[in-house]
């Protein structure tokens, strides 16, 4: 068990363009959840997917964000026609809900950088 | 909605000594749980301590205990012995016990140990 990855760490782009992040959560956990965290904040919640279905989105999540899980394991968000205002970190939780104490395990996130 | 209240942004505190985080919370709910997480620079989120709703008793991990008033709706984490280790931005979270358990967090406090 290798925990929660994200890739990539780090991502800069000019905005107006496209970026996608990958979460891998651990290989057990059903439930997938993407947080949002800006500066001097903490994380806020956009989504959440139980195996392939995504079951809430956030209002935060506005139409230019999209995620997807098609297999039920990994997860990808695409920002589409980035602004500076979506430069942030984001991270990306997994945990499964039939297993006490249901703990959420974090990634370490994916740091976007809008110029 | 639930909300988090973190007022304490920074702190600090003597390598030893011992030192208490603050977090006041909101909900109508009755059945959560309440989570102290630890972020240290440039490193993911891990959970130090949780408390359920329905324990009276204090929840304690070694080092870090918190005292859980449920009628004030207070949270807050006490760290003894403070290490250098400690040094991070400490994060209060709800998570509700049922259906999307996604977490609601507070703004964070800034720990600085001093040597």
């Known amino acids: 068990d290798t925990g929660v990855s994200q890739n990539p760490r780090h991502k800069i782009t000019k905005r107006g363009q496209n970026v996608t992040f990958r979460c891998d959560p651990i290989?057990?956990?059903?439930?997938l959840y993407w947080y949002r965290q800006t500066l001097g904040q903490g994380p806020e919640f956009l989504t959440y997917f139980q195996n392939e279905a995504q079951l809430e989105k956030s209002r935060l999540l506005s139409d230019r964000f999209s995620a997807e899980r098609p297999k039920g394991s990994f997860s990808t968000l695409e920002i589409q026609r980035t602004e500076q205002g979506d430069s942030a970190m984001y991270l990306c939780a997994s945990m499964n809900p039939g297993l006490a104490p249901y703990e959420q395990y974090f990634g370490p996130g994916t740091r976007l950088t809008v110029t | 909605a639930q909300t988090v209240t973190q007022s304490q942004p920074e702190m600090s505190v003597q390598e030893a000594e011992t030192v208490t985080l603050s977090c006041t919370y909101d909900?109508?709910?009755?059945?959560?749980?309440l989570f102290w997480y630890k972020q240290p620079p440039s490193r993911q989120m891990i959970l130090v301590i949780r408390?359920?709703?329905?324990?009276?008793q204090n929840a304690t991990e070694n080092r870090f205990s918190v005292n859980f008033q449920k009628a004030a709706k207070s949270f807050s984490l006490k760290i003894s012995d403070s290490q250098l280790g400690d040094a991070a931005m400490y994060f209060c979270a709800y998570r509700r016990n049922f259906g999307n358990e996604k977490l609601t967090f507070g703004t964070g406090t800034r720990l600085t140990i001093i040597p």
């Open positions: 909900t109508s709910e009755s059945d959560y749980y």
């Open positions: 290989s057990e956990h059903n439930r």
């Open positions: 408390q359920e709703a329905y324990k009276q």
